[in-house]
Nanobody, 121 residues
Framework: HVQLVESGGGSVQVGGSLTLSCAVS????????MAWVRQVPGKEREKVGHVWPLNPRPSYSETVMGRFTNDVDISNYTMFLRMKGLNPGDTATYYC???????????????WGQGTQVTVS
């Protein structure tokens, strides 16, 4: 059973930077797609970035392209979301998620962290 624990959220000013971390309790030998998903109350979840740990060519949503970087440190079982140029539209709870298939609808992904809040003002 894969457990995911996010950290690094907080409050930041417009234009600022923040890095989120996702510690993976059990490395899945690259068998799971890893993603960062954010959610604002009353809105649908948005998958902002996803990556296969053993083939780290991440994909990004258009809303964060060029501002966010999703990378994986396999040696430490940790995934990162490095965010810059933050704006109020990035305010959300950010979740780390894992699933055998990147293409599965985000609401069907198998494993989820508890979430970490990012507030931009």
């Amino acid at each position: 059973h894969v457990q995911l624990v996010e950290s690094g959220g907080g409050s930041v000013q417009v234009g600022g930077s923040l890095t989120l971390s996702c510690a993976v309790s059990e490395y899945t030998d690259g068998a799971h797609c890893m993603a960062w998903v954010r959610q604002v109350p009353g809105k649908e979840r948005e998958k902002v970035g996803h990556v296969w740990p053993l083939n780290p060519r991440p994909s990004y949503s258009e809303t964060v392209m060029g501002r966010f970087t999703n990378d994986v440190d396999i040696s430490n079982y940790t995934m990162f979301l490095r965010m810059k140029g933050l704006n109020p539209g990035d305010t959300a709870t950010y979740y780390c998620a894992a699933d055998p298939y990147c293409s599965n609808p985000v609401n069907k992904w198998r494993y989820w962290g508890q979430g970490t809040q990012v507030t931009v003002s």
